[in-house]
């Protein structure tokens, strides 16, 4: 330092040094001369940020001569928030092959390989799919029940399961009586397609069971 007030003042390691911190070297500083390392050889790593409201921020090439954020952890917040701006990708697999991303606008789950698998490994733990309820707030479309026996898929009472793009065709039931409603366009056609099978109508027989009413011989 040539003991100006505008020179930077630079404590400089040549290529290949390594900075050391402990009796047996554990922590480590170097530049190889092509890379940047911070290696840690036992005990956890710590990185701490103690600033009030400040975040930690990690940032790296934009493939356009400069540098942007790639995700941040927010420190602003009264719970932990890993933040990922608009139009990151957080990618996983060797190629990439799962995607999770925001645009902005949207927010997708991208597979390009295989099967994907939605799994909850917890004992009679449900999938529990939720959506916005047209009041301001969420409700319950249908979950995956995982405490029966069976597979379940559950919808709630009033909930309507409609099939073609103008909702032609529904199920639903009100919590009182159960529904098959064609509300749209063409004939309604009930189908069984195995060989020397039947079509079948059962109902409550007064006696607590069931009984055959008719069918159709087929």
């Not at 719970?79 to 799962?98: E, H, N």
């Not at 639903?172 to 020397?196: K, M, W």
């Amino acid at each position: 330092h040539d003991g100006s007030a505008t020179t930077a003042l630079y404590t400089n390691w040549p290529d290949k040094s390594l900075i050391s911190m402990g009796t047996g070297h554990d922590l480590q500083f170097k530049h190889d001369g092509t890379n940047s390392h911070l290696y840690n050889a036992t005990g956890d790593l710590y990185i701490t940020n103690a600033a009030d409201d400040k975040d930690i921020i990690f940032q790296s090439d934009d493939a356009s001569g400069g540098v942007t954020t790639y995700f941040y952890l927010d420190g602003s917040l009264s719970t932990p928030y890993t933040r990922f701006p608009d139009s990151s990708i957080v990618a996983f697999g060797t190629d990439a092959d799962l995607a999770i991303n925001h645009n902005g606008t949207n927010s997708l789950i991208e597979n390009y390989t295989g099967d994907l698998y939605i799994k909850n490994l917890a004992d009679d733990g449900d999938i529990i799919f939720e959506n916005d309820n047209g009041s301001g707030g969420t409700t319950t479309y249908f979950r995956l029940d995982g405490g029966l026996s069976n597979p379940f898929t559950v919808f709630p009472d009033n909930s309507v399961a409609v099939f073609g793009s103008g909702f032609d065709l529904r199920l639903f039931h009100d919590s009182s009586h159960s529904y098959v409603s064609q509300e749209g366009t063409g004939n309604l056609y009930i189908r069984n397609l195995t060989d020397d099978a039947d079509i079948i109508f059962q109902c409550d027989n007064g006696a607590g069971g069931m009984a055959e009413y008719f069918k159709l011989f087929c």
